[in-house]
DNA sequence: GTCAATAATAATTTCGAGATTTCAGAAAAG
DNA sequence: CTTTTCTGAAATCTCGAAATTATTATTGAC
């Protein structure tokens, strides 16, 4: 939400509604812009510089994908966050993202093992150098963790049921980068997609999707301990 | 697709993009804007009388909803729909819905239980004049049907979950109007929903969601034969 | 002082012309 | 004959002012 120069957000976009949704995207799920902030065309067009219907369609966008809410006549909001909201997120994740990573190691042949061992090796990487600057670091990781969730599920043969993982995940992201920027509750992410991935290479359906299953719900989990411990807010 | 006079489209909206998207997505579902079919802007503005602009917004809400599809600097397409697409959509459908009847059915109390028999009994009133005019009653079916689906999960507590489904079954819409339009296999859709509000009302949570499971994919086999002997295209 | 009606202000929503990009066909080169 | 380049036409994309609608402030009546 602060003014402070920082580096200029790379966003390779062609047209200029993909460069705002990208950039309202990339501030909301950042906090820059806090959760039920109003967004009012002016303050957005003196920030993004672009025109009311553009950014209109960008905000229509986000909308589709939950990050924003709007009301007719009465404009657009960032979307509230909540634990609540986020508990449901997360075991509604659990059952997409399970099935999904159920059919995929089924399904997955030579080339979905290759991508798998590429995704997890360039997450390993950035994850070493996370406790060094972990504000830094940040965008990087996001990126490779949705990379790497991604490949696990890559050959799920359903497209469907990818669409719904790709809005859900996105979602989480919001508070997974709430908990992983706040230290105060240990956890070794890297161990626990370790065995993931070595569970889903042996072909080992059952125990891969479980842990699976408790790494996503083990965020909540932190999640929920921050907001007990350290009274977190959490509200819109 | 054709320019004919037909009847005033009644859409009660506040604003003219939320007219035009429920417009142009009633002609979606209906095939009235058959799958593929470019989506240029002179053609729109003639049909719907509004702006570029306005238009452009209810687009991208449609591509959210994956009715529509776009091309960077290449417009707008109805979004395409095929057999693969429905079995895919279909499958994904049934793990969510199932899932979350299997939660109505646990949460659900006295007023849940009122809301859907009252459903039920609406659906029923326009099931029994269906067979007399199949494409007048139409519209009225799938708005009842509509309502008795979410009347089953309204006490799911999810709303994830709930929000995922709306998105698949309002895709599914498209298959269903074709499927119910054409009789040439016969199905007694009323039987199916009357199976599966006793099963519900009897909090037999096993039953209900086995019979749920099967009448999702009812449709899916309908259309599987008649794509088979009748060589209905299903293409873009 | 409270409430309702009205005016002033502020924000959202809409439009259509102009800038930019793509597409289709003809002409030229290989 | 095939491929490439060019050019006009057509379509998309963008902007900012104007219209519409909400919100706030003011006034007057009870």
Known sequence: MDGTARGPKVVAARSLVEAAYETIRHDILTGDLAPGTKLRFEMLRARYGVGASTLREALTRLVGEALVTSEEQRGFRVAPISIEDFADLTRTRRLIEVEALRQSIVFGDD???????????????????????????????????????????????????????????????????????????PRDVHTEHKAVLEAALARDVDLACRLEGEHIERTLEVLNELVASKALPLRS
Chains 1, 2 share one sequence.
Not at 119 to 130: D, G, M, P, T, Y
Not at 132 to 150: G, I, L, T, V
């Open 111 to 185: 080339l979905w093992e290759a991508g798998l061992v590429a995704a997890f090796h360039r997450l390993s990487k950035v994850e070493e150098k996370l406790p060094d600057a972990p504000e830094r670091q940040q965008d990087e990781f996001e990126e490779r963790n949705r990379d790497f969730h991604r490949a696990l599920i890559a050959a799920c043969p359903s497209r469907w049921l990818k669409h719904m993982h790709a809005i859900l995940f996105q979602q989480s992201e919001r508070y997974r980068r709430i908990a992983l920027c706040d230290r105060t509750v």
